[in-house]
């Protein structure tokens, strides 16, 4: 197998010596320089710097119909950000998302990765129990380097609280992926009404993310 290792530090580690072991083709990346010092002296294999969810480390990478992609990451987001890449843009064939924040397994699911783990311990095991691999649920673009999975919640004074996603005329140049209203995970629709306390899960590029912001938290007009 190909086997790409996105990130991480002692899991990055763990991963490639369980892995070497049953004779795999390793990529590694990571994006900070002390541990790909660590990665190269440890298991004497060659480690790419940089951050793993840019499309040119990616292609510099050259992972392009890699069998498996790995993300170790500190950060859940660009987690999802890098898997998402490696799927849609260079056909990887599986996925698996380590997050932090155990309550990201559901939603990363549901927006269309393969597997989302939130312990490194079962990662290995993980690897080879996964079924085949689900549908993509959501269409989303990747032709920047990179996108941003945006979080916000939903506050009572927001002009788009208590209304439809039809009705508040949100930006194009972002998408609403899901709606997480505890319990629930939503993939919402026009028709879903956004509520005080809802987070809102937002993609779009870094450089639209700002005004996306402004756009959600602009406050109701108060009547005098």
Do not use: W
């Not at 194009?172 to 997480?180: F, N, R």
């Not at 899960?201 to 602009?218: A, C, G, L, N, T």
Request: proline share 4%; hydrophobic share 40%; aromatic share 8%.
């Amino acid at each position: 197998m190909r086997i790409v290792i996105a990130d991480g530090s002692s899991a990055a580690d763990y991963v490639i010596k369980a892995f070497r072991k049953i004779g795999n083709e390793l990529i590694v990346i990571n994006s900070r320089k002390d541990i790909v010092q660590y990665l190269v002296k440890s298991n004497q294999i060659p480690v790419i710097y940089g951050e793993p969810y840019k499309t040119s480390i990616l292609r510099e990478a050259h992972i392009e119909g890699a069998d498996l992609f790995i993300a170790l990451g500190k950060e859940d987001t660009d987690n999802f950000v890098s898997c998402m890449l490696a799927k849609k843009v260079f056909h990887v064939k599986k996925c698996i998302c380590t997050v932090n924040d155990p309550s990201y397994v559901e939603l990363f699911r549901k927006l269309g990765l393969d597997s989302v783990v939130s312990s490194t311990q079962i990662l290995a095991s993980s690897i080879f129990s996964e079924s085949s691999l689900e549908k993509f649920t959501k269409s989303m673009s990747f032709e920047d380097d990179k996108i941003v999975l945006t979080e916000i919640i939903v506050k009572e004074n927001y002009e788009l609280s208590g209304r439809k996603i039809m009705d508040i005329n949100f930006p194009k140049t972002g998408t609403i992926s899901c709606v997480y209203r505890k319990p629930s995970v939503i993939i919402p629709n026009g028709q879903t009404t956004i509520y005080p306390n809802d987070k809102l899960f937002i993609v779009s590029s870094p450089k639209e993310q700002k005004d996306i912001i402004k756009f959600v938290q602009k406050e109701k007009k108060v009547v005098q």
